[in-house]
């Protein structure tokens, strides 16, 4: 991982008048090959600083591998529901019963020192020109999702920078508004998936999921995010998905959670 800068491991943004790239993430569900193809493809595109929107765990047989990779790159994170969950600061009455399993098992996992980092993670981060939420920027502890074109539209208000990033649906999508009008995109079938940012509008970018794709694509989604070119990238990477079953099978956990991994939904 040469490619993450010193700054990136001293948790301060790159430095101006260089290359900005970033990688942001979300999702990752404690599944560690998906995150270890992931940080290898980013390390590959240039980019030099990480961006996480929370579930890094749930699901997953490596919440705490994921988790710690993450805290050690990762320039800012804002927390997910699923590391709520784990921590016992929300209910799990809205979980189903494969994911409080699981939020229960990642639970007994955690180690004081992870735990207290996770507890401190903020709801919202604004990093350059962008807004960093897991689920929505509206009321971002109700975990509301952002899936139709909707529902992405009525959030702009809720957020003063040019862009927001969010994850928590698992499913990349693109909102932006301007004054020539509304434009959303999802269920994307061409990879990656180039968002040129044009002057004068507003984006809502869902980056996909690391470790749990529900757009029917089992491959691994994470997005760049090129300041000088002002683009954003959703990629997609294939990782060994077989292994990161394998682990859940071999954890304990639901076989459901292993089995979505091979359908990417
Ligand atoms: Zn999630």
Redesign the pocket.
């Known amino acids: 991982m040469a490619c993450w800068t010193e700054s990136a491991r001293s948790c301060a943004p790159p430095s101006r008048g260089s290359r900005i790239r970033y990688a942001v993430l979300?999702?990752i569900?404690g599944n560690y090959e998906a995150l270890s193809a992931v940080l290898a493809d980013a390390d590959r595109a240039g980019a030099r600083a990480l961006l996480c929107l929370g579930?890094m765990v749930?699901y997953g047989a490596d919440p705490v591998a994921c988790a710690e990779a993450v805290g050690e790159r990762a320039v800012a994170v804002v927390a997910?529901?699923?590391e709520h969950a784990a921590l016992g600061l929300m209910s799990l009455r809205w979980f189903n019963p494969v994911a409080r399993e699981a939020a229960l098992w990642t639970r007994e996992r955690l180690s004081d020192g992870l735990r207290g980092y996770l507890s401190a993670l903020p709801l919202t981060a604004t990093v350059e020109d962008a807004t960093l939420v897991h689920a929505s920027p509206r009321s971002p502890e109700e975990w509301e999702y952002l899936m139709s074109p909707d529902d992405g539209f009525e959030v702009f208000a809720d957020f003063g920078t040019r862009l927001c990033f969010v994850?928590?649906s698992?499913r990349p999508g693109v909102w932006s508004l301007g004054s020539s009008g509304r434009e959303h995109a999802a269920w994307f079938r061409a990879w990656p998936v180039q968002v040129r940012l044009e002057v004068g509008r507003r984006y809502v970018i869902n980056v996909g999921?690391v470790g749990?794709p529900r757009d029917r694509d089992r491959r691994a989604a994470y997005a760049l995010w090129d300041l000088e070119e002002r683009l954003v990238s959703l990629r997609r990477v294939e990782y060994d998905h077989r292994g990161a079953a394998a682990r859940i099978l071999a954890a304990g956990l639901p076989r459901a959670l292993a089995d979505r991994l091979g359908n990417g939904f």
């Open positions: 979300s999702d569900h579930d749930g997910g529901n699923h994850g928590h698992h999921s749990q």
